[in-house]
């Protein structure tokens, strides 16, 4: 499945962005779905997941609720609504997929997730 990240930008500490991840080529209903992100000089790092029949989700710990990871199968694409922005939210954000044994399946681990969006730039600003 090929993945398309969107909605990124520049903003101000306490600004909210709403990335998009459409994927094209299967559909995502057999996937669980994940939002990574990778700040310079570090390692990528879990954010959120969702699981296949979006009923179960799982956060890193620095979300604390400002951070939902929503899907629509029926538009084959998930979303990242991020709320109260702050300077260290600064990164690029990938969308991921994986296959899901099961409908509520989720996972935080980078190598559960075999395809990957190209990224799109959250640049926050204090």
């Known amino acids: 499945v090929q993945l398309q990240a969107s909605g990124g930008g520049s903003v101000q500490a306490g600004d909210s962005l709403r990335l998009s991840c459409a994927a094209s080529g299967r559909t995502l209903s057999n996937y669980a779905l994940g939002w990574f992100r990778q700040a310079p000089g570090k390692e990528r790092e879990f954010v959120t997941a969702?699981?296949?029949?979006?009923?179960?989700?799982y956060d890193a710990d620095f979300v604390k609720g400002r951070f939902t990871i929503s899907r629509d199968n029926a538009k084959n694409s998930v979303y990242l609504q991020m709320n109260s922005l702050k300077p260290e939210d600064t990164g690029v954000y990938y969308c991921a997929a994986g296959r899901a044994p099961t409908p509520i399946y989720t996972s935080r681990t980078r190598d559960e997730y075999d395809s990957w969006g190209q990224g799109t730039q959250v640049t926050v600003s204090s």
């Open positions: 969702i699981s296949r029949n979006g009923d179960r989700t």
